[in-house]
């Protein structure tokens, strides 16, 4: 019988080899490679031996047909080798070597299969926007490429996510550890203590802190105490925050930027910045640039609310409840309190009227002045707060503001007066109001006897108030038991030169009034 050939990868037994199988798994490491490798050539060299018993056995056998190595009878006579057994068996033992040390050497040198991270695909990035793809939730890996791994995602940092180094855990356990041993409660004695100190000083004194918490901690806020003073420090230094209670320096408002003259009690966050960014039209005051123009370029409001009851040219007056509109005439009292000493309304606004005048462009109105007067006041007083914005000073808006007071006044039938007391500026203003009003009524005043009340019921001013500019002019004196009122024509012309130099300048026009008075006052 022909002898069959055996392949590379049978066995001696019929069965495939699992030598050349490993081309298909994944590829190991070289001392796992080679052991196994050893336990390949072992098992052939078993089949081997095995094969060269069988030899000879039939060698010794004469009847018996020889055998291939395989066990099966030869199908012919050349498949009948003339070697002899020992010489066929260190053949096949060489071929089988070299095979096995093939396949080994094949295995050794097979590329390692690349880890997930080196072979996948760089092109592909995290869907969220702004990612860079880099960190991962877990903090295990450098990089992610989906939502559910993306710290951004979730609000975090790439640095917020890694995994907590050895020296960070030990922290950790160490502040653990001291804030196990913090006292649990208070006692008797400490409570009575804490409240002790809280009547003798109240608030001009920090709390007792001890046993409130742990020493660490405690430790921790009083180095952080100590880092906010020197900053604090620095910046009073370098004149970025103003010493005293008077923590707002300057404020930018519209297209200019003011500085205060005094404390305003706007929050505590905004008033330790040293500077305020205001809406000119809303009010509404904010802590940076940015913001403001962010505000600027979604603000709707070109003008205060409320009625328009004033207009001539470009000056306008507008009617504001602080009942309708509160927030605003707060902002607005918080703003006027930076410029006056004596203010003292600031968020109880609902009982009060605001008229706001303003002077239009092509960007809106802007806030020259305003004044606040009671919706019912027992007193007459037609005036509570008036203020004219720095930058609108010495232009006569005062006196317009002044003059329209009145103006209201006499709509009403009422004779009117400020509210005391008046600041320094506002009694300036007064005063020079009135003198103006007197000698315009005394230049026009052709009768021989003169009337105290009759000039009230004319201007709609308090007689306090012109006789208490009678007597500053000099122009008010007592004779035979009468008072008199002297004509000093010397300022009447002076008062006349002045109005001829001045021209027609800004003056309220009672024909722009629309205005009705509202009810209940």
């Not at 095995?50 to 055998?67: C, F, M, V, Y």
């Not at 070597?97 to 990035?125: G, T």
């Not at 009671?374 to 007083?381: G, I, M, R």
């Not at 005391?420 to 052709?446: A, C, H, M, T």
Request: a positive charge; glycine letters at 6%; charged letters at 30%.
């Amino acid at each position: 019988m022909p002898r069959r050939k055996r392949t590379a990868g049978s066995s001696s037994d019929g069965t495939e080899d699992s030598d050349f199988s490993a081309d298909l798994e994944p590829t190991e490491g070289p001392e796992s490679a080679h052991r196994r490798s050893s336990t390949r050539l072992t098992r052939a060299s078993l089949r081997l031996s095995q094969s060269s018993q069988d030899l000879k056995q039939g060698a010794d056998q004469d009847e018996t047909p020889p055998r291939t190595p395989t066990g099966n009878a030869p199908s012919s006579e050349s498949d009948i080798e003339v070697s002899s057994p020992s010489n066929d068996l260190d053949e096949r033992l060489a071929k089988e070597l070299s095979l096995k040390e093939a396949a080994a050497h094949d295995l050794s040198h097979r590329p390692k299969r690349r880890r997930f991270h080196e072979s996948y695909n760089f092109n592909m990035k995290c869907p969220t926007p702004g990612c860079n793809s880099l960190g991962h939730l877990t903090g295990r890996h450098e990089r992610h490429f989906s939502i559910s791994g993306c710290p951004l995602y979730h609000n975090l940092s790439a640095d917020e996510c890694k995994a907590p180094t050895e020296r960070q855990l030990r922290y950790k356990e160490k502040v653990t550890e001291l804030r196990r041993k913090r006292n649990s409660g208070l006692n008797k004695e400490q409570k009575e203590k804490y409240m002790e100190h809280r009547q003798s000083h109240g608030t001009s004194r920090e709390p007792l802190l001890e046993n409130i918490t742990s020493d660490y901690d405690l430790e921790l806020f009083r180095k952080a105490q100590a880092r906010a003073s020197d900053d604090l420090d620095k910046l009073r230094l370098s004149g970025q925050v103003s010493e005293g209670s008077n923590m707002i320096k300057t404020i930018v408002f519209g297209r200019y930027e003011l500085d205060t003259w005094y404390h305003s009690p706007y929050p505590e966050e905004y008033a330790r910045l040293g500077r305020l960014y205001m809406c000119e039209f809303c009010l509404k005051y904010m802590k940076s640039q940015t913001i403001l123009r962010r505000h600027m370029a979604k603000c709707v409001w070109k003008h205060p609310p409320g009625d328009e009851i004033y207009r001539k040219g470009n000056i306008s007056v507008f009617e504001v409840d602080g009942k309708k509109n509160k927030i605003y005439c707060q902002n607005l009292c918080l703003l006027a309190k930076l410029f006056l000493d004596h203010k003292t309304l600031y968020y109880d606004v609902e009982p009060f009227l605001f008229y706001v005048m303003t002077e239009a462009d092509n960007t809106g109105c802007h806030l020259v002045g305003y004044f606040s007067k009671e919706k019912n006041s027992f007193l007459n007083y037609n005036v509570s707060c008036i203020l004219t914005m720095p930058q609108y000073m010495r232009q006569g808006y005062g006196k317009m503001l002044i003059d329209f007071s009145y103006l209201l006044s006499k709509v009403e039938e009422k004779v009117g007066s400020p509210e005391r007391p008046l600041s320094d500026l506002g009694l300036i203003s007064y005063r020079s109001y009135w003198k103006e009003v007197l000698l315009r009524y005394l230049n026009n005043f052709q009768g021989k006897e003169i009337s105290i009340k009759e000039i009230s019921q004319e201007t709609a001013v308090n007689p306090v108030d012109i006789v208490s500019t009678l007597q500053s002019l000099q122009m008010l004196k007592y004779w035979k038991g009468k008072h008199l009122v002297l004509k000093r024509q010397d300022l009447i012309d002076d008062w006349k030169a002045k109005e001829t130099k001045r021209g027609n300048g800004k003056t309220i026009d009672p024909t722009a009034l629309k205005w009705t008075p509202p009810k209940g006052t």
